[in-house]
Structures are given as structure tokens and as C-alpha cells.
């Protein structure tokens, strides 16, 4: 008896140890698609479909109880599977998702690159679209035919199209802008903004020592920046790069079609030796390369900082939406007439894709071609009518906002819980039609600010959207690890002095010896290649 | 009921087996017999199978262009040519340097600490002081990596640190802890020590545990004042747990702590605090490229192993202590 009792409990204990490493095994079968896909109209599809989605989550809603994601799953009739990822970690596990060889049946804003399109498109994990859009996406297709360069700013070296982009000809910013802290403005009567980089110099010498925000206190921080990963500098330096000449951070396009890797330009020189000059004077935050992304933003709202980078001034520095805190007008070093300003080129790549497992890519295509007609980027950019927004006159598609649910006050904060097109690169176009009767007094001073201090002053894309051949791809990928991080390594010693200027030769060839030049010649070949075309 | 728990015990060895007979039977007939006891080990033994040995079939990849879709048999083969452009590449002594140098430093500083921390707190006779200090000291153990870092981070800022303050408040100018990439070794290592000094005191109490209290009443007799008795009673008594201890350290020596490193990273302080297992990180994680890290990582692996070896050998030679 007592040797059944015994043994009986040693197989428990074997069975379990072996359950729970069973456990990790996945036995979820796919359903085969109807074949029955509706070439027009709602339902797309006539028996029910459930398809799997994979997208950044920012952690605002569980898109389950998203009311735009009901609506569409209700009126196309196929049910999302989400396999989303926090959108800080969303790379990774994408990269992870590739690996493992089970996709999810669709990308949505992804942000896949155009390397990992051609990558993963000529391996056949995505799947080519573009006959799939002729037969299914008659509103995408409209698009295309109607702007003939976004179709070949999406179409791969080998002829397909491996992803959706997003098309927001109406955003126009390539990086955050940088916005002046208003009181400071004033405090110090300023009555016309810095136009060149002395003046911008004078400015934030005046914040350092003439105690702007009047607390008696000499804790002003002029600039600032974090530690946070791909962002630290980012905004700032290519804001400054432009002083000197220079679009972009890695790779632009002067006026003569000739291609620049940056880190070897003197513009990137002249950039280093005017920040080297606000570090030595403690005008850039001298915990620029160590704080959090958390510290410096306390530092803002902590009413401390003159110039900071993000989508809207009062985002970081707390309140209501305000007018008095203006955009940066990109000033101009002695080196160049005007300064290099960078704009959007309005397409970004990679915002939708069909994997190879999907089990029906017409019903995915007709989906996600929903997204790019009126109506469909209307629902997933503003939600449905009657809760944020309502028509004035639906002839004319104007509209007008309606009070904010709940009592609330940030009516973007209830947007994010309505629908996933927030903060994330999702596949959808943006008109002037969406927005129609929206724009309010805020909106239309950030688009006159955006206006007349980039667009007028000659902001222009620093680089097409184009795509490398895989071997190509392969070279620049080998290449980039160590230039990135030796060119970020060695930014920040010539900024903070650590490495005197002196050695900016000795950087040059350093950066020769990893292939440098050879990234220029790379990109050069791919610009000749897009704009023979 | 006597007869099956007897039965039990037979490879204890407490019953006459004939010797000759247990060791010429047949592995099968062992098995049988002692049934019960491998089926304890079963799931041990499939754990190790199923998550340590199986996934090595992967460890191929370094030798390949691994491709998803092709899967790992059936990518290309490439040879060394990852181990290649990781020996070539301008970050590879870089990474080795720092990898040693910040485990040396550890070793160095981080191993002592706990003895004689264990040492002095088996002396401590007043048992509320004893387990209250004990108490602070393990505490700290039990904070997550990322806590930590945003913690050395926070005392550290040279604009809000309590530790920075408190330097200047003593009058000491305070170094760039965070950007100076000769502060960064120092950083991790003794925010290391505080983390984990009074966790690892546990296994050395434990083998002080096990001295036979004879000794020390023959050493007082004999007039042995107290720090002589630790000396030559309480230190050689748990030299062989030392000994085992430092051969897993060494084992060890290259796996430094990856999540603390990659949090405290920042451009200023990289070339100190770059490591193999950050930059496997960054290229495969991150960058993709699967094949190469792997290669990096197998490096990382064989130098561990050869190490361990090494230091396993040595200990043979010169004790009476090793792993095997």
C-alpha cells in the first residue's frame, strides 16, 4: 500500500515536471480562409474570419476594448488576434517574431525598414502585394496612380511591394520640433528670435546668467537633453546640424545630388566645436549624456529649461495648450547663406505587411485598403462620429468637435483610448477632408509656426525613400554597428572635451578605416539608381 | 512494509550487497532496481536536455547566414567568417579588455568581502545586533537590477545626487561618476559589492556552521586569543567551500552582469563600459544579425570554459578541492 502511495506521488511529480515544460508548446491551429472574399463593400468577408495582428502597443488601451477596432471588426466581419508588443521593446520582439519562424498574419505600424522589407520579402516571410492590391485595395490603388512617386518609394529593387506605407502629405516635421520656453522670452524682453548661431548663443548666455524664470536662483538649464536610448540628441543636433549645412544625421542629399555620410562633413565639425562651446559654458545641460528621459522632463516642467524638443511645447511643460511658447526658427552659422532644414517627405515605409502563413490575403488587403479611403482613415484617425467629433455638414465633410467625454481635459489622451492610431506609425493617409472644421486656434498657429519658419525657409526631405539591394543592404549593415557607435562615442567626447577638436583628423581616418566612405558610395549608387528611375 | 523500505535503501549501501555483484551488473538491472530513484532525477535531467543541451543544435548559426525563412539547418554555410569580423573589428579588444577587467575588478574586490563578513558575523555573540546587521546587508539583494541602476543613477547625478551632495558637503569635489568612463569599473563593481556582499556571506555561515566546537575549546585552553582562533580554526575550516566558490567565480568570469552594464551605459562612459555580452546585445537583439552574435557569444562561451577548466586544474594541483 504504502509503496502504491509512494509511487503514485513520484509520477505526479515526473508528470507535472514534464506538463509544465509541454506547457510552452503553442498548439494553436490556424482556421483556413473562406474563399468567399466580397470584392466590394461591407462584410469583406461572409463567413466569419479571425486573423492575427501584431502592432506597438503604447500601453494607453488594451486594443480589445478599442470602440474603433469593434466597429471595424464588425462591419468586415473578421475578428483580430492581438499579438502586440509595448512599443519601447517593439523592435526587439519584432526582430524575435522574424526569427522564430511563426508570424502573425499582419504587421500593422510596424515601421518595418526598407531592409528588413527587401530581407524579409525576397526570404518570402512577407508576401508581394502589389497584385493584391490591383484586385482588392481599390482605395490604395487610387493613391498610388494619383502620386507616382509613392509608388516607387515603396516598390523594392526586385519590382514588389512588401509593405503599406503611411501617407501624411500634411506632416511636415522630420524631427521633433524644438520649442523656446515662452516666460523666458519675455522675462528677458526678447523681442525678435536668435536668426544666427551668435545670437542663438547670446540667447542662452542671457538665460544662464540674467535669471529668467525669477526664482532668485542661478538653476536655469539653457538646453538639455537624456540619455535616452536613440533619442539623447537626436532632436537637438540635427536641429543645429543645419546651421552648418547639414540635413540629416547619417545620410543626405546636398543641392547637387551629391550623397554625404555626415560624421565625416565639416558641418559635423563646425556643429561639434559650437556645442563643445555651450558645454564649456554649461549651456547644454551638463547631465545631457547621463539623465533619464524622466529627469529631463522634470527639469522642463519644473519651469528650469529655455529650449526643448518634443511634439507640442506644453507636453513638457505641463497645462493647456499655449501659443506664447514659439517654434525654433533653424538659425544660420557663417558657413552657409541659409540654413538646411529637413522635412518629412510625407511617406513612411513599412506601416502595413502580409505574412506568408496569413490564410487570407485578400480579405488582410481589403482590410487594411479600408484605412486608406475617406472614411476608414477618418474612424481610425478621429473615432467614430458622436463621441469626439460630430458633422456640421456631411456634404461638405466639415465637422466640429464636440465636448470631451467624461469631463476630461486632454483630448488626445481620449483619443488614444478610442483607436491605435496614436503615437504609432499606423498604415492610413491624412487629408486636409479629416480635418476639415477640427483645426482650432492652437492647431492653426502650429501649422502657421511650421509655415513660415521651415517651409517657407526651404525645408526639403535630406533623403528619398528608397530601397538598397539586399547586398548592398548586407555591406551597410556589417558597416553600421561600429561607425554608429564609434560616431556617438566620439560626439560626445568632442562635445564635452573629452577629446579636444585637434583630433578631428584623427577621427577622419579612423572612421576611413571602418568603411566610412564606403557608406557615401553605397547610398550615392541607391540615389542614382532612384532618381534615373 | 519493513522489507520495501529496505529494499529502498540498498544504494545507500547500508545493506550487504556483494560488491562484485552490484558493480558488474548490467546498467538496465541498476536501473530497475533503483527505479524510484531515477525517476527523481527524470525531470531534472529532461530540463536540462530539453533547455541546455537541444537548444545548442542552434549554436550553428555562428557558422552560417542565418536566413528565418530557410530556418537554422538549412541557411547557408559561411565558415569562420563571423569570428572573422568580430576579431577584425575595431571593438574587439575594447570588449575584451572591459569584459576582463570589470570581472577581475569584481573577483577582486567582491570575493573577499563576503568571508569576512561571514567571519565576523559568527563572532558577533549578541544574537539581535547579529541578525539585524545581517538583515541590512541582505536587504539590498532583493532589489531588481533595473531599481538599482535607476537608483545609482539618481544618487549619482551631479545635479540632485544624495551622494554627490554629500561629498560636497564634506568638501570633496565629486567626479563624474556616471560620464567619466574611468568611474564607471569603480560604479559598478562597488554598487555590485553592496548589493551582494551580505547575500553571499550565507554559504560561508553555512560552512561555519559545520566547526567542530572541540577545536576551539582546545585552542582556548591552550590560550589562543580570539582573532587567532578565527585565523587558524574558522578560515581553514571553510577554505575547501572558498576554494569551490572562486572555481565557479572563474567560470563565470566572462558573463558579467549584462542588464547593469547595458543600464548604466551611456555614450560618455562606452569605451569603459562596453562589454561581449552588451554588444552581442546590440547586434543581435537589436541590429538583427543573428549569426554574428552568435558567433560573438560562442567566443564568450569557449573562453569561459577553457577558463573554468584552467582554474578547476590548478585547484586540483594544489588542494585537495575541485569540481571534478
Redesign the interface.
Known sequence: M??YA??GK??L??AM??GL?AGCASNDKKESAGASVNKEGFPIVSEPLTLTLMAPDTGDQDWKKMKVLDIMAEQSNIKLDFRNAPKDSF??KK??V????EYPDMFYAAGLTTAEQIN?GE???LIPLETLIDAYAPNFKKVLDENPEVRKSITAPDGHIYALPVIEMSQHWYRNPIWYNGDFLKALKMTKLPSTTEELYTYLKRVKTEDPNGNGKADEIPLTAS?ARDV?LRDVRNWLLGSFGVYEDTIYVDDNKTVHYTPLEEGFKQYLAFMNRLWNEELLD??S????DE?KKAKVQNNQVAMFANWNAYMSLGGDPSTDDPMYAPVKSDMVDKPAIAANAGITPGAFAISSTNPSPEASMRWVDYLYSYEGALLFNKGPEGILWKYTDEATRTKEYLPIPDGGTDREKYRSTLTPNYGIPAPTINTDDIEKGLKGDFEIWVAKETQTKLLDQGARPPFPTLFLTSEEQTEV??L???LN??V??M???FI?G?EPLSNWDKYVE?LK??GAEKMAKIYQGAYDRWASN | ?EA?TQQVQMPGGSLPVPKKLAGRSSLGKRIWRNW?LY??V??AL??FV?FHYLPMYGIQIAFKN??????VMDSPWVGFDHFE?FFN???FWDLIWNTFGISLYALAVGFPLPIILALAFNEAKNGLFKKSVQTVTYAPHFISVVVMA?MI??FL???SGIIVKMMEWVGIDAPQF??DPRWFKTVYVLSEVWQSAGWGTIIYLAALAGVDPQLHEAAIVDGASRFKRVLHINLPTIVPTITIMLILNMGNILGVGFEKILLLQ???N??SS?VISTFVY??G??????S?STAVGLFNSVINAILLILVNRIAKRTSETSLW
Open positions: 504504502g509503496t509512494t509511487t513520484l509520477l511529480t515526473a515536471g514534464v515544460l523592435d526587439t526582430n524575435l522574424f526569427a522564430s519562424g524579409y526570404q518570402g516571410i540619455n539623447n551638463h547631465e549624456f547621463s539623465q533619464t529627469q549593415n556589417s553600421t554597428s561600429d557607435m564609434y556617438n562615442q560626439e560626445a567626447k564635452t573629452a579612423t578605416k571602418m | 512494509m520495501e524510484e525517476l527523481f527524470a525531470p529532461a530540463y530539453l542565418f536566413m528565418p525563412a530557410k530556418g569580423r573589428s575595431y571593438y535607476g543613477i539618481t547625478s551631479p545635479s556616471l560620464t551611456n555614450s560618455l562606452m569605451e562596453d546590440r547586434t537583439l537589436v541590429d538583427a544579425q543573428y554574428f
